[in-house]
């Protein structure tokens, strides 16, 4: 069976990546789990823009509108506990519908939650993280690299998260 990991891009965008024969800088980095999934504390990272309705600004979408190309690179944390009427999605990339009727298809919360109510994982990190997916283009995630990815990284340790899991949109 043949898998098209391009299928649901933009043609655009599909052909700029099928024609780049630029070699990663690095190699994706694996860390396996150190314990088993039973005993682990998972935190879900989703690139769906979502963000707390009354709590937080949105993602900066006036400024890529202006600028085309380029992304918020910013991150928004969204407590384990938030419900669907406090969610809010800036992305100017994906449509927003079934996000706002059940954030879950970008942001599993309830079915991690059945997860860890079935013992298969541990437990919940206290907070998810959200990004906007969108980094401009071509991309540029130094951003990511070098200040989210960090920042989140801190609180996940000191939430005592052992892996995360990414919804990419």
Same mark, same amino acid.
């Given at each position: %069976?043949?898998?098209?990991?391009?299928?649901?891009?933009? =043609?655009?965008?599909?052909?700029?990546? @099928?024609?780049?024969?630029?070699?990663?800088? #690095? @190699?994706?980095?694996?860390?396996?789990?150190?314990?088993?999934? /039973?005993?682990?504390?998972?935190?879900?990272?989703?690139?769906?823009?979502?963000?707390?309705?009354?709590? @937080?600004?949105?993602?900066?979408?006036?400024? #890529? =509108?202006?600028?085309?190309?380029?992304?918020?690179?910013?991150?928004?944390t969204i407590p384990r506990t938030i419900t669907q009427a406090e969610i809010g999605v800036a992305h100017l990339h994906i449509n927003p519908e079934f996000i706002l009727q059940d954030f879950n298809v970008v942001l599993p919360l309830t079915r991690l939650r059945e997860l860890v109510d079935g013992g #298969?994982?541990?437990?919940?990190?206290?907070?998810?993280?959200?990004?906007?997916?969108?980094?401009?283009?071509?991309?540029?995630?130094?951003?990511?690299? %070098? $200040? /989210?990815?960090?920042? %989140?990284?801190?609180? %996940?340790?000191?939430?005592? $998260?052992?892996?995360?899991?990414?919804?990419?949109?």
């Amino acid at each position: %069976m043949t898998v098209d990991s391009f299928k649901f891009l933009p =043609r655009l965008i599909a052909t700029f990546y @099928q024609l780049d024969e630029r070699e990663p800088a #690095e @190699q994706t980095p694996f860390s396996a789990l150190n314990k088993p999934l /039973a005993n682990s504390r998972i935190a879900l990272i989703t690139t769906g823009g979502l963000y707390r309705k009354e709590q @937080q600004l949105p993602f900066d979408l006036a400024h #890529e =509108r202006q600028e085309p190309t380029w992304g918020d690179p910013a991150f928004r944390t969204i407590p384990r506990t938030i419900t669907q009427a406090e969610i809010g999605v800036a992305h100017l990339h994906i449509n927003p519908e079934f996000i706002l009727q059940d954030f879950n298809v970008v942001l599993p919360l309830t079915r991690l939650r059945e997860l860890v109510d079935g013992g #298969e994982v541990g437990s919940m990190a206290d907070e998810a993280y959200s990004l906007m997916g969108y980094q401009g283009f071509p991309p540029d995630t130094t951003s990511w690299e %070098m $200040v /989210a990815a960090p920042r %989140m990284i801190e609180r %996940m340790k000191t939430d005592r $998260v052992d892996g995360a899991i990414l919804v990419p949109t």
